[in-house]
């Protein structure tokens, strides 16, 4: 893989961020069940990766899981006569068995015993989504779940979460339906990711002042012997089923009529924020929302603030209960403060919601932020592969974001069916965004391909190189 770098300024930042120790994921190893990473400076540092996750039960065998059908008709009141809306949930608790200390001692031994290190590999976030029959064939239910935020000691992973994912009406119809035959058959599919480093040999060019090419070349001969740029990477990736007997446990079902019910004490609210999943605001330590609602007496209950921390990136829900029984045919109003790296704190104007149905999501508006969302599309030609004796594509996407940069790599195969594969980042704006390209041969030998900058329409066409090359 070849970098090449027309800006001194990316050289210095690039050497800033590689001081950073991380997990090399070229270098992925098992032991005693265990999936473990060594640290890329120290050489008795290992993480190791998650363990699967399950569904959770009480004592009794009542998996925890409900099902969820809240329906509102608008009013004059609230200014949505009239209007009617469903709001149609899935919520279970997964679990996540403890690495026990005996399995430790064994894979520290296996790894050389006296000074190794394990730690949990941190995780950047964790994604799942709901699978479950639909006929002859399996269908992807509502879009990604989110998973509330569990405590964790320090040195381990999470034991316990709470998983939700909305559905639509079409979508959750499927599920009611397996209701009225008896039985609830689903799976919940996830994936771990964590920030690792390649760890793959590189070369590199520089272009600029000879002087300052000079002194750069020298100190980035021995740090750029190895890709040493942090990208998101899948971890851990598995799936388990979710069997429920609703005769056995009919209480797992819950059909709420907002409009009749003045006061329903339930978990009806959903705060998203990706300030920290997505680094948006690297400014802040802290973002938290306040909800007050009415009560059955007709006063005003606040609940304690809700937190979103910088040091916990995989939170971005969180799931708001109540104390209190409240009245859901009256209005709510939430406001948002925030926590600067510095510890000076903010707090913004109340905010009057009609509805309780949907997700409140205080992310920081794109607008405000010195960053941009990119969507970029690459295409090449799969099926000319064979005919030259290509085997894969490698596309590295170099772009700079919070002053600092990234890389994002994505891989054509011959036998691949899509011919474009798209690209989601999140860049500072006004800064380049740089696509290079390397090909690999069914001989194993490799050409280098092109370099370009990616134009503001966000695509790339990468033409495949010919047989003479």
Same mark, same amino acid.
Not at 114 to 129: A, F, K, N, S
Not at 208 to 233: A, H, K, M, N, W
Not at 310 to 327: C, G, H, M, W
């Given at each position: 893989?070849?970098?090449?770098?027309?800006?001194?300024?990316?050289?210095?930042?690039?050497?800033?961020?590689?001081?950073?120790?991380?997990?090399?994921?070229?270098?992925?190893?098992?032991?005693?069940?265990?999936?473990?990473?060594?640290?890329?400076?120290?050489?008795?540092?290992?993480?190791?990766?998650?363990?699967?996750?399950?569904?959770?039960?009480?004592?009794?065998?009542?998996?925890?899981?409900q099902?969820?059908?809240?329906?509102?008709?608008?009013?004059?009141?609230?200014?949505?006569?009239?209007?009617?809306?469903?709001?149609?949930?899935?919520?279970?608790?997964?679990e996540?068995?403890?690495?026990?200390?005996?399995?430790?001692?064994?894979?520290?031994?296996?790894?050389?015993?006296?000074?190794?290190?394990?730690?949990?590999?941190?995780?950047?976030?964790?994604?799942?989504?709901?699978?479950?029959?639909?006929?002859?064939?399996?269908?992807?239910?509502?879009?990604?779940?989110?998973?509330?935020?569990?405590?964790?000691?320090?040195?381990?992973?999470?034991?316990?979460?709470?998983?939700?994912?909305?559905?639509?009406?079409?979508?959750?119809?499927?599920?009611?339906e397996?209701?009225?035959?008896?039985?609830?058959?689903?799976?919940?599919?996830?994936?771990?990711?964590?920030?690792?480093?390649?760890?793959?040999?590189?070369?590199?060019?520089?272009?600029?002042?000879?002087?300052?090419?000079?002194?750069?070349?020298?100190?980035?001969?021995?740090?750029?012997?190895?890709? #040493? =740029?942090?990208?998101?990477?899948? /971890?851990?990736?598995?799936a388990?089923?979710?069997?429920?007997? @609703?005769?056995? %446990?009919? &209480?797992?079902?819950?059909?709420?009529?907002?409009?009749?019910?003045?006061?329903?004490?339930?978990?009806?609210?959903?705060?998203?924020?990706?300030?920290?999943?997505?680094?948006?605001?690297?400014?802040?330590?802290?973002?938290?929302?306040?909800?007050?609602?009415?009560?059955?007496?007709?006063?005003?209950i606040?609940?304690?603030?809700?937190?979103f921390?910088?040091?916990?990136?995989?939170?971005?829900?969180?799931?708001?209960?109540?104390?209190?029984?409240?009245?859901m045919?009256?209005?709510?109003?939430?406001?948002?403060?925030?926590?600067?790296?510095?510890?000076?704190?903010?707090?913004?104007?109340?905010?009057?919601?009609n509805s309780?149905?949907?997700?409140?999501?205080i992310? #920081? =508006?794109?607008?405000?932020?010195? /960053?941009?969302?990119?969507?970029?599309?690459?295409?090449?030609? @799969?099926?000319? %592969?064979? &005919?030259?004796?290509?085997?894969?594509?490698?596309?590295?996407?170099?772009?700079?974001?919070?002053?600092?940069?990234r890389?994002?790599?994505?891989?054509?195969?011959?036998?691949?069916?899509?011919?474009?594969?798209?690209?989601?980042?999140?860049?500072?704006?006004?800064?380049?965004?740089?696509?290079?390209?390397?090909?690999?041969?069914?001989?194993?030998?490799?050409?280098?391909?092109?370099?370009?900058?990616?134009?503001?329409?966000?695509?790339?066409?990468?033409?495949?190189?010919?047989?003479?090359?």
């Open positions: 893989m070849t970098f090449r770098f027309i800006s001194i300024l990316v050289i210095s930042l690039l050497v800033g961020k590689m001081a950073t120790a991380q997990a090399v994921f070229s270098k992925e190893k098992s032991l005693e069940g265990m999936v473990l990473y060594p640290d890329f400076k120290k050489d008795k540092l290992f993480y190791y990766a998650p363990n699967d996750l399950q569904l959770g039960r009480e004592t009794n065998g009542r998996p925890k899981f099902l969820i059908q809240m329906g509102y008709t608008g009013r004059a009141a609230t200014g949505d006569q009239g209007e009617k809306r469903f709001m149609n949930m899935v919520q279970l608790t997964v996540m068995p403890p690495v026990n200390n005996n399995q430790l001692r064994k894979v520290r031994t296996a790894l050389g015993g006296t000074g190794i290190q394990l730690r949990p590999l941190p995780i950047h976030y964790v994604e799942g989504y709901l699978i479950t029959a639909f006929g002859q064939e399996y269908k992807r239910l509502g879009e990604l779940g989110t998973f509330e935020s569990g405590a964790a000691s320090r040195g381990s992973y999470w034991t316990e979460r709470t998983f939700t994912l909305r559905l639509n009406n079409a979508d959750a119809q499927i599920l009611w397996q209701v009225d035959n008896g039985k609830l058959a689903l799976s919940i599919n996830y994936a771990f990711y964590a920030n690792v480093i390649s760890g793959e040999k590189v070369t590199y060019e520089l272009e600029g002042d000879s002087l300052l090419v000079d002194q750069f070349d020298r100190e980035l001969e021995d740090i750029l012997e190895v890709d #040493t =740029l942090p990208y998101p990477q899948i /971890v851990k990736a598995n388990f089923a979710v069997n429920i007997d @609703v005769d056995l %446990f009919p &209480e797992v079902l819950k059909r709420i009529d907002a409009n009749a019910h003045q006061t329903v004490a339930y978990p009806l609210l959903e705060v998203r924020c990706f300030d920290f999943t997505n680094n948006l605001r690297p400014d802040l330590g802290a973002k938290a929302i306040e909800i007050e609602a009415i009560g059955v007496g007709g006063q005003q606040k609940m304690k603030k809700q937190r921390f910088r040091s916990r990136t995989e939170q971005n829900a969180l799931q708001i209960k109540f104390p209190y029984a409240v009245r045919d009256q209005p709510l109003r939430y406001r948002i403060s925030e926590l600067s790296k510095e510890g000076e704190e903010s707090t913004g104007d109340w905010i009057t919601r309780w149905v949907g997700i409140i999501d992310t #920081t =508006l794109m607008e405000d932020n010195p /960053v941009s969302q990119r969507l970029i599309d690459i295409e090449t030609e @799969v099926t000319q %592969f064979s &005919e030259v004796d290509i085997q894969s594509l490698e596309v590295a996407i170099l772009y700079q974001y919070k002053e600092e940069l890389k994002e790599t994505l891989s054509f195969l011959s036998n691949d069916r899509s011919a474009i594969k798209p690209i989601r980042l999140l860049q500072d704006k006004d800064t380049p965004i740089l696509v290079t390209t390397s090909w690999k041969k069914v001989d194993g030998s490799k050409i280098k391909g092109m370099q370009k900058k990616v134009e503001l329409d966000d695509y790339v066409f990468v033409a495949v190189p010919n047989s003479g090359n």
